[in-house]
């Protein structure tokens, strides 16, 4: 399990201190303008302790994957200006990670000013955790920080590496995910409830097993659901369904009695005759989804049956839609869940990709206790796994 108990910006004198900071700047770009800035915008927090308490900040990051080279579409520079704005001081663009234009930057760093290295996958040794690599982007700093959860579960350079050779400790961001989803997990205010969708029950094997120990309730909805199902005996149609899942499904199923998990499954169905946003539309009351139909959506009497659920929760955590939500069609069960989440006074969290942009594109963020920053890293960290960029810091 990821330990709580980890050094952060606060527990250390930064004033005059080169400190290297690991960002995730890795935002969406539409022709080289920055469509989404929330990224940029939670690092403002850490950044600006930081620069309020002397320190000369070096800010690294990655953005997509341009596989050791230097592709222009990959570079950092709007972030720079972005950041620039936000902060309402000049972020010092270095045109290099670790060449002469980045050393000469952070030489010149007085207290308070801010520089941003180019993006750290230009270089191939990054995500190989080269150590002279690790070293090299060391050597410009005194102190690290780590503020980047979404490359938490990655063991590379600018995430584990350079711990090697300097202090490291985390950023606002990290300490606020791993106190709100440790709590969440070690102690939460009960009934503790855990709602997964997703399409496969494959990519979220360890999540379930690590939930099972913990929840009081386990709503399963999403693609994964008809693997279960079918597990029970029941027919899933043309359901998207991992048969060589089955044996497992069942194994869960037992598990769940046998530690007194409530685990709900759909008992209705919204179904489509193929997968397609103007499909044929039909709701299937019952567990059964008969030949030619595929379940796309839980259906109504899912809904009423998980929000209930939901309404007497302390905590929630969600991860994964209910159904294909981007078709308007199916996404009544997705948004039904997150308005149920956002009117349920739990705790609530909300972690992986899907989740965090249906409940961003319904409209429900600012009503949700925390939602967190990084995909798989969150998966990670509910699966009671070891996060590689979380266990380089130093504990307190």
Known sequence: MTSLNKKTIEDIDVKGKSVLVRCDFNVPMKDGVISNDKRIVAALPTI????????????????????????????????????????????????????????????????????LLENVRYHKEETKNDPAFSKELASLAEIYVNDAFGTAHRAHCSTTGVADYLPAVCGYLIQKEISVMGGALNSPQRPLVAILGGSKVSDKIGVINNLLEKVDTLVVGGGMAYTFLKAMGHTVGASLCEDDKLELAKEMLAKAKERGVDLLLPVDHKAGDRFAEDCQVSVIDGLDIPDGWMGMDIGPASVALFCTAVKKAGTVIWNGPMGVFEFPNFAEGTLEMAKAIAESGAVSIIGGGDSVSAVTKLGFADKMTHISTGGGASLEFLEGLELPGIAALNDK
């Open 48 to 115: 600006q302790y930081l620069t309020g308490h002397g320190a000369k900040v070096i800010l690294c990051s990655h953005m997509g994957r341009p596989k050791g080279e230097f592709l222009p579409e990959f570079s950092l520079a709007p972030v720079a200006q972005r950041l620039s704005q936000l902060l309402e001081q000049p972020v010092k663009m270095a045109k290099d990670v670790i060449g002469l234009d980045a050393k000469a930057l952070a030489a010149s760093l007085e207290e308070g000013e801010v520089m």
